[in-house]
């Protein structure tokens, strides 16, 4: 018993590196999003300071959205627990919870 609760242990600790790893590459992700925003703002601005049109053209990151809204929706869900339940407020909470945290995966799915 003692090596299954070892190996258990080792697989838990690998899990959660493995999960802050991806944490980690998504806000880098993100940031670099936000500064190919920025980026195409500011040559936007140039473009039409000489009469010229700027056509957007954004990366695709398709895994880093579905990771950040797995996130999302995730924080919607832990935020619905803290109700408890039992009561007609933290039911309704919780049925609202689940439809927008449903909604944020389905989002980034499209």
Do not use: H, I
């Not at 936007?44 to 009469?51: A, L, S, T």
């Not at 832990?78 to 919780?94: A, C, R």
Request: net charge negative.
């Amino acid at each position: 018993m003692e090596a299954a609760e070892q190996v258990n242990k080792l697989a838990q600790e690998a899990a959660e590196k493995l999960v802050q790893e991806c944490n980690a590459l998504a806000a880098e992700n993100a940031a670099l999003k936000k500064s190919e925003v920025e980026f195409n703002e500011y040559c936007r601005r140039e473009c039409e300071d000489v009469g010229d049109t700027w056509v957007d053209d954004f990366t695709e990151t398709p895994a880093t959205d579905a990771f950040l809204a797995e996130v999302r929706a995730q924080g919607v869900e832990m935020f619905s627990e803290k109700f408890g339940g039992g009561t007609q407020l933290s039911d309704m909470v919780k049925e609202v919870a689940a439809d927008f945290s449903a909604k944020l995966r389905k989002g980034a799915a499209q």
